[in-house]
């Protein structure tokens, strides 16, 4: 590469976003930021940047360490940027998983009868 790349497309070739179109309305929302600036959709992305996206309820940290701007395999993803994620962000998902609780697997089907009973009155043990 000749040292840059646009963002969006970098985002998108590093498996970030799954479409170049979502990355570009990620950084114009203020989603992306590199350095701690927000950035648009057409700067440059140059090599030892470090971009943060986030994605709710998580802010993603990665260290740019080579550019591309063809969409990688994801066994390649790691040659190009490093997470660095701190450990507290990815702690907010275990936190949310956990929240889900009353979320159905998927496949088991509507709720019985007895589901609904069973639900009614563990809620109203509650009060």
């Given at each position: 590469?000749?040292?840059?790349?646009?963002?969006?497309?970098?985002?998108?070739?590093?498996?970030?976003?799954?479409?170049?179109?979502?990355?570009?309305?990620?950084?114009?929302?203020?989603?992306?930021?590199?350095?701690?600036t927000?950035?648009?959709?057409?700067?440059?992305?140059?090599?030892?940047?470090v971009?943060?996206?986030?994605?709710?309820?998580v802010v993603?940290?990665?260290?740019?360490?080579g550019?591309?701007?063809?969409?990688l395999?994801?066994?390649?993803?790691?040659?190009?940027?490093?997470d660095?994620t701190?450990?507290?962000?990815?702690?907010?998902?275990?936190?949310?998983?956990?929240?889900?609780?009353?979320?159905?697997?998927r496949?088991?089907?509507r709720?019985?009868?007895?589901d609904?009973?069973?639900?009614d009155?563990?809620?109203?043990?509650?009060?």
């Amino acid at each position: 590469m000749d040292g840059t790349v646009r963002m969006d497309k970098f985002l998108w070739s590093v498996r970030l976003f799954k479409t170049r179109a979502l990355a570009a309305e990620a950084c114009e929302k203020g989603h992306v930021t590199v350095q701690d600036t927000a950035c648009k959709p057409s700067r440059q992305v140059r090599e030892g940047d470090v971009i943060s996206v986030r994605k709710m309820p998580v802010v993603y940290r990665y260290r740019v360490l080579g550019l591309t701007g063809n969409r990688l395999p994801a066994a390649r993803v790691p040659e190009f940027i490093a997470d660095e994620t701190p450990a507290a962000e990815l702690e907010k998902l275990d936190m949310a998983r956990m929240a889900s609780f009353g979320l159905r697997d998927r496949g088991t089907g509507r709720p019985t009868k007895k589901d609904r009973r069973e639900l009614d009155d563990f809620f109203s043990g509650m009060d």
